[in-house]
């Protein structure tokens, strides 16, 4: 007797990023807030052996950063407005699909809101699939950056997406073999998709040198450093000028260099805050430690990009 795979579909509203980011399975990621206002974001989840369906929204500029389920490929196409979605430094479009291979970190910025069906398969399932319906040839190493579909494809691929998760809701355990073949065939025909639009030219975009400039800040300005580095200690870091620094910033992230640094700062301090006991911990040592000299100034920048102030945070863990 054939034994089923594993099979669940779950739900998920938060005020809270931090919460959002562990709740889709086995994702290594980290969630960080660009934009000022109070964070709410929402997770449906089909879960059937190792594939995983998903619908992921939420309502304030975020950046994602991380790598996907261990042996798994991730992709991720927007339902919602993409006026300044970025992935890996490539403009995203509303016929997007962003891709990203097993192991291979990547960077999503998103709009001040997001929308999306994501979908992660395993590795061998994707590279046996490509190569049976390609005659012979494993393209699997093409699956990571920005690829333009048509938008009848775009449309067909979102369509099944959704359908498979709306079934997922009444779909009792006598349904779970029936499900099961479904997700399977569209997993299939996700991947054809993919293949044919390999096949009519469309080369996904790689990771841009604006990107990578970003991510490279990024890294340093978190470093463990003596001492918080400023916007020309990156650029002589990276050997380049301001002006390029900060035309790398606006065209992946749409906001000056200063503000997303110091706004990914004021992250790292939530995270601190949130995970550490108010008995031992001091906010204003938190603060001094990531380059918030004037707890003042740090105060109304925290409160303002999170809605609620530092000491919120720490009390409420």
Known sequence: MKTLPFMQHSTYETTDFEDLQVAASAWDQEYTQLSPGQFFGSMELTEVGTTQVMREKWGRKMRYRGVGIPGGYGFALPLGSTNSVNWLGSSVEQTSVVMQSPYLEAQLVSDDTWDS???????????????????????????????VLNQAKADRIKRGGLSLLQKTKSCS????????????????????????????????????????????????????????????????NLGISLRSLHYAFQDVAGISPATWLRRVRLNQVYRVLKNSDPMETKIKRVAAEHGFLHLGHFSNQYKQLFGHLPSHTHRVN
């Open 173 to 236: 355990p006598k349904d779970h073999a029936v499900y099961a073949a479904q997700v399977d065939q569209f997993k299939k025909q996700f991947l054809w998709t993919l293949l044919e639009s390999f096949n009519e030219f469309l080369v996904p975009s790689p990771p841009s040198k604006q990107g990578i400039i970003v991510q490279k800040a990024t890294d340093l300005a978190l470093a463990d450093f003596p001492e918080v580095l400023g916007l020309i200690d990156i650029c002589t």
């Open 117 to 147: 069906l994501v979908l992660s398969f395993p590795m061998e399932e994707v590279q046996a699939i490509l190569i049976a319906l390609s005659g012979g040839i494993d393209l699997s190493h093409r699956l990571h950056g920005n690829l």
